[in-house]
Nanobody, 124 residues
Framework: EVQLTESGGGSVQAGGSLTLSCEAS???????MGWFRQAPGKAREGLAN???????RYEESAKGRFTISRADNRTSLYLQMNSLKPEDTGVYYC???????????????????RGQGTQVTVSS
């Protein structure tokens, strides 16, 4: 089973940027990959995903500010985050699943594998 490790979280002021990275233990070329976050007391919130064909999808909270991308080596996934807001604060998770429909259906609850998460704190 593929394992995921996130990094790149931290504390920034509103308007700042962060790039999150996710390293997979194996080639994920046949997997759906994505990012979601969870704030204290709130439900999981999907952000963006990238399918095996390279197509991307963004949830409303991420559109225009976040960019999901993957490296050619197919073991690294990224989330570039710009214009960060205090409401972006939370634990950010990289996730994957061999069910490729999860990406096309934006089904973030369906991801069966996730990393340990990385904390992002945005101050006003």
């Amino acid at each position: 089973e593929v394992q995921l490790t996130e990094s790149g979280g931290g504390s920034v002021q509103a308007g700042g940027s962060l790039t999150l990275s996710c390293e997979a233990s194996r080639d994920y070329r046949n997997y759906c990959m994505g990012w979601f976050r969870q704030a204290p007391g709130k439900a999981r919130e999907g952000l963006a995903n990238i399918a095996i064909d390279g197509s991307t999808r963004y949830e409303e909270s991420a559109k225009g500010r976040f960019t999901i991308s993957r490296a050619d080596n197919r073991t690294s996934l990224y989330l570039q985050m710009n214009s960060l807001k205090p409401e972006d604060t939370g634990v950010y998770y990289c996730a994957t699943d061999p069910n490729v429909r999860i990406c096309f259906e934006n089904n973030y609850e369906g991801f069966g594998i996730r990393g340990q998460g990385t904390q992002v704190t945005v101050s006003s």
